[in-house]
């Protein structure tokens, strides 16, 4: 793994806010100077496939980069937050489900967060 490689797991798994390449940017180069964007760039895509880190998907906004603890994703359908959350693994039940191996999942539950049910007076 290069030294920029290493800084940005780093970031990731020191984060509990699921950054985008955008964040790792300005943090990288903020506590270690010279760095570019596209450095950023390649090296998160070796890491999501070196198995290292992964790529949270967001619809309508940035992808976003989280460790690789098994745990999945709560994510606030008006201000776009993501929560961890944990739940036992449920592999076992979607492959008895689909009759077939699956390699992953990746669970994304769409939900208001208390502070945005606040703002909307729920």
């Known amino acids: 793994m290069t030294k920029n490689a290493e800084l940005i797991y780093n970031i990731i798994c020191n984060s509990t806010?699921?950054?985008t390449a955008e964040e790792i940017y300005l943090r990288l180069k903020s506590?270690?100077?010279r760095v570019v964007l596209a450095t950023v760039?390649?090296?998160?895509?070796?890491?999501?496939?070196?198995?290292?880190?992964?790529k949270?998907?967001?619809?309508?906004?940035?992808d976003r980069y989280d460790k690789t603890i098994r745990h999945d994703h709560l994510i606030c359908r008006e201000c776009g937050a993501i929560a961890d959350f944990y739940m036992d693994d449920i592999t076992d039940i979607?492959?008895?489900k689909l009759g077939s191996h699956i390699l992953s999942y990746d669970l994304k539950c769409?939900?208001?967060c208390p502070e945005c049910r606040?703002?909307?007076g729920m």
Do not use: D, F, Q, T
């Not at 998160?44 to 070196?50: A, S």
């Open 110 to 112: 769409s939900y208001i």
């Open 31 to 33: 506590e270690h100077g």
């Open 56 to 62: 949270i998907v967001m619809e309508n906004a940035p």
């Open 17 to 19: 806010s699921h950054p």
């Open 41 to 54: 760039y390649n090296n998160l895509n070796y890491l999501c496939e070196g198995g290292y880190i992964r």
């Open 94 to 96: 979607l492959e008895a």
């Open 118 to 120: 606040k703002k909307l």
